[in-house]
């Protein structure tokens, strides 16, 4: 996972435990939680977002619903 790239400020298997965690619960809990600063989580999660739409194929994609 790239978390560990330079300047990122977590390991690889932190940065790992981080996106468990924000899929399961607000950022600002795992930021108290955890005693981290919430931008580094935030720039975190959005690098891994858009590096998951980068590989996604959406070519298979029929129709989306939101509630």
Do not use: K
């Not at 935030?42 to 590989?55: E, H, K, P, T, Y």
Request: glycine share 12%.
């Amino acid at each position: 996972m790239p978390w560990a790239r330079a300047g990122a400020g977590f390991a690889e298997t932190m940065g790992a435990f981080i996106v468990v965690l924000c899929s399961q619960m607000p950022v600002g809990a795992v930021v108290r939680m955890l005693g981290v600063f919430d931008d580094h989580v935030w720039r975190g999660l959005d690098f891994q977002v858009d590096a998951a739409r980068a590989r996604g194929g959406y070519i298979v994609v029929r129709l989306v619903s939101a509630d």
